[in-house]
């Protein structure tokens, strides 16, 4: 696509329910990342997928956080039992290998845990 | 620890002038830093990247500067409009564009008419 899709853009969920985010990257990236903000913060790293490579999950806060990419393209974060403290907005973002291009954002999932 | 610091106060400034805006690290190398743009409910935007052999680099009205003895980059946006107004962020890349990065919290961006 033309850019970095994410869904849904607002999802408002009940504590101890799971939750999955979709990301749906350029075509062509290799690399896929996720990033989560907090209100009036700055983004915090989750996962970073390259290729086929093994992913870097040394940002996920908890086991109750894991993601996956599908065939190279689509990946899922899903977050279980979720928590009040996982409201957030959930940035997807990809890039190529091509330095200087920097990353491409989604517009994020609005996630509000009540 | 690794520490990026970017301006947590919002910064106002008269059109036309030129904004400038920091970003200091610690206990990091970055190969790479990259600034991004952010508009409220929005992801952020690639701006610029800048390498570290590299003392500055240009874009139509936007100069980036990166001096790694002082750990300091600076942006600037010169003759600045009410459109510039965003939230700007650092971001600190230890390799290329295709690892991961990290970002400072971002310093707010006014432009009055």
């Known amino acids: 696509g033309a850019g970095v899709s994410q869904s849904p853009s607002n999802k408002v969920t009940e504590k101890g329910k799971d939750v999955e985010l979709r990301c749906d990257p350029i075509s062509g990236h290799t690399a896929l990342y996720w990033y989560r903000q907090s209100l009036g913060q700055g983004l915090e790293f989750l996962i970073y997928?390259?290729?086929?490579?093994?992913?870097?999950k040394s940002g996920l806060p908890s086991d109750r956080f894991s993601a996956e990419r599908t065939g190279g393209s689509v990946s899922t974060l899903t977050i279980q039992r979720t928590q009040q403290e996982d409201s957030a907005v959930y940035l997807c973002a990809s890039s190529s290998s091509k330095v200087g291009d920097g990353y491409t954002f989604g517009s994020g999932t609005r996630l509000t845990v009540v | 620890s690794q520490k990026i610091e970017q301006n947590s106060e919002a910064l106002n400034i008269q059109e036309g002038k030129t904004a400038t805006l920091t970003c200091n690290y610690t206990n990091y190398s970055p190969a790479y830093l990259q600034w991004y743009r952010q508009d409220p409910g929005r992801g952020p935007v690639f701006l610029l990247l800048?390498?570290?052999?590299?003392k500055e680099k240009r874009k139509e009205r936007l100069k980036v500067t990166f001096d790694t003895t002082l750990k300091q980059s600076l942006f600037h946006i010169t003759a600045s409009q009410p459109a510039d107004s965003a939230t700007y962020l650092c971001?600190?890349?230890?390799?290329?564009?295709?690892?991961?990065?990290?970002f400072g919290s971002g310093t707010r961006l006014s432009i009055r008419p």
């Open positions: 997928f390259q290729g086929n490579s093994a992913p870097d």
């Open positions: 971001a600190l890349d230890p390799y290329s564009s295709a690892s991961k990065i990290i």
């Open positions: 800048i390498r570290e052999n590299e």
